[in-house]
């Protein structure tokens, strides 16, 4: 085939090789409309970890997140929960990579985690899905 497409400059990868680059790739990711409609259906069998400061978790989260920044996740922090827990983390958005960092902290304490990507900065700001907020004196 002669293609001239700059999408397919370089050639796309053998099917199964792609596939197995795109399985992969979900085994370690979720998105933000994945977590909602786990939520909304009462699935979630996971904890939605904030990895944000306690500050800007306090500022604006997702329903159900829990709050737990990155500097405090270590193995004295998640001795608490069984082994079989599974994690889905966020952070800020696509140019942060504290979420990512946090999966290699959790999968090395040998937990099953997932990031959510997109992070709160999809969720909130294009998704538009439901946040708990703080609301301060001056917003009332």
Not at 112 to 129: A, L, N, P, Q, T
């Amino acid at each position: 085939m002669n293609n001239k497409s700059n999408a397919f400059n370089n050639p796309a990868a053998p099917s199964q090789l792609a596939n197995e680059f795109f399985a992969r790739k979900l085994a370690c990711e979720t998105d933000c409309s994945d977590v909602y409609a786990d939520i909304k259906a009462d699935n979630q069998d996971y904890i939605l970890l904030d990895v944000r400061s306690s500050e800007a978790f306090d500022k604006s989260h997702a329903i159900t997140a829990v709050s737990m920044p990155h500097s405090e996740i270590n193995a004295e922090s998640f001795a608490r929960f069984p082994k079989n827990t599974q994690f889905v983390v966020y952070c800020w958005g696509p140019g942060c990579n504290g979420a990512t960092k946090v999966a290699v902290k959790i999968s090395n304490l040998g937990f099953s985690v997932k990031e959510m990507i997109g992070g709160i900065h999809y969720w909130e700001d294009f998704e538009r899905y439901p946040v708990n907020r703080r609301v301060t004196e001056v917003q009332k």
